[in-house]
């Protein structure tokens, strides 16, 4: 198939996408998006004047950015693609599907005018730095290195209306759960062990995985004592081989697992805390009321669950390296966030909203890199389909525009194929 060719169906599909957002925005915030997912993908930067020099227009460059510029200060824009994008979803969210919800961090060390710069740990460095707090949610099965945005924001502890990290992490869940109707299994690091966290989500019947950090005090057997301390008497009693994989190593660890019955104190829900050793000197402790048995399966359903974590690290820095999300400049604290939800919509057109045949005529124009991605990190294609439509966007002569209006339920059977299952 000719290149050419290629990219127009990419645009048709790009057109078709739009129309998800169509009956919760006026026509300008419409284009204004249209124009903003197309700038991302065919420029891969969040920088505007990047987005502007893509659309390509008949109007000063220095126009159409403060055209845009003007139109992504809309209040709420970004909770609403959110919503959209989580609605949209919730098809592919199955009653066992994993979501898996990971606390980041955008680095911002050189930046002096930006608004409500707070204080930082670098996720990859650990040190500290000037910058935002972020959230990416994606679903994903333990079985498949494919995974689903669901959800992205970004925060500031120094901004006037942040309550806490807890709150914002609930809103992004809340966001998820009202979509998909409460399905799926919530996963979590450490980060997530809270009694301000397991609390609310008890309360709301959300399923979790979420790992302890040691010191959780637990109930079991008519006393209380902390996971560190339940962990080595635990009963271990099956064992799996995985094969942990870098950018540039393979490693095989071997696991062992068990669980025990426990519960939170001051909360009647049974809760089981399973323990896995293989990863260190200290066993790894998972907690979670996800209802197990005591067989091979149902552990490792949870154990396989947790380890999908390492899956959405890679979709964070595939998120940050192919649309330069640090490089981000905008200063307005609302432009900020209404930039990470328009990542969010363009990553998940690209993940998601493209049929698989599209997706691999996509890749085969950058077929060097595929192989590339490929040896390095198998099954994850999202870099080389990234790049793959940044070259073919940018053999069009321009945008173009407005989306076709569509239903707030857009699908349409002849589309069909665009909505297949990876």
Known sequence: MERIQIARRVREQLDHFLGIFSPHFSRPVQKFIGEMVYGLQAHQDVKLSQVARALNEPASLKKTEERLSRHLKKEG??????????RHAASRIKEDTLIVIDPTDIRKTYAKKMPYLATVRDGSSGEMAQGYWACLAVGCDAKSR?????????WSADAPDFESENAQLLQVIDTIRESTKNRGIYVMDRGGDRIKLFN??????VRFIVRCVGDRDLCFAHS?????????GCPIHYTETVIKQGLETEKAL????????VKLPER?????????????DEPLLLLTNVVLHDSRKSLWAIVSGYLCRWLVEEAIRFIKQSYR???????????????????????YFAAVWMGESLKLAVMTTRIKQVAKRFFAVPDFHYYALADGIATLLSRL????????KQKDNPFDPQMAWSFADP
């Open 397 to 404: 002569s321009r945008w173009r525009h407005p989306p076709p």
């Open 254 to 261: 071997t696991l062992r697992y068990g669980y025990r019955p």
């Open 268 to 280: 009647d829900e049974q809760l089981y805390l399973v323990v896995v050793h293989g990863f260190g």
């Open 325 to 347: 999300l640090e490089d981000i400049r905008v200063l307005e604290y609302e432009r900020l966030r209404n930039m990470m939800a328009l990542v969010l919509a363009a990553v």
């Open 200 to 205: 609310p989500l008890l309360d709301r019947k």
């Open 224 to 232: 209380i004592k902390s996971a560190k301390e339940l962990g080595p």
């Open 146 to 154: 494919r995974v689903i945005p669901l959800h992205q924001r970004l």
């Open 77 to 86: 824009m970004g909770q609403m693609i959110n919503q959209q994008i989580a």
